[in-house]
Nanobody, 122 residues
């Protein structure tokens, strides 16, 4: 079992920044890939980015490339999502998840956090 807890969401104006954190515990070695997803009201959950605990294989959705950065702190078992130049269309509940290999679809992830709300005002 892997437990994931997100934090850091909130309300920010367009153009602003937020940093989300995802603290992992449990058998994290069994799922070496961490992903970030988001879900806006009335929309499907969509891929944001992914990283391995080893630090390699970072990938981003086209919609966030150049604005979002994923990093990790292995000692803290925490993955971060730094979000800059935020837009109103980035408003969503953001989730972290863990998987055995990099996937861009939610079904590929075995464990999920509870989500954290990000709201970007125009």
């Amino acid at each position: 079992q892997v437990q994931l807890v997100e934090s850091g969401g909130g309300l920010v104006q367009a153009g602003g920044s937020l940093r989300l954190s995802c603290a992992a515990s449990g058998r994290t070695l069994s799922t070496p890939v961490m992903g970030w997803f988001r879900q806006a009201p009335g929309k499907e959950r969509e891929f944001v980015g992914t990283i391995r605990w080893s630090g390699i294989g970072i990938d981003y959705a086209d919609s966030v490339k150049g604005r979002f950065t994923i990093s990790r702190d292995n000692a803290k078992k925490t993955v971060y999502l730094q979000m800059n130049s935020l837009k109103p269309e980035d408003t969503a509940v953001y989730y972290c998840a863990s998987a055995t290999r990099p996937e861009v679809v939610p079904g590929g992830y075995a464990y999920w956090g509870q989500g954290t709300q990000v709201t970007v005002s125009s």
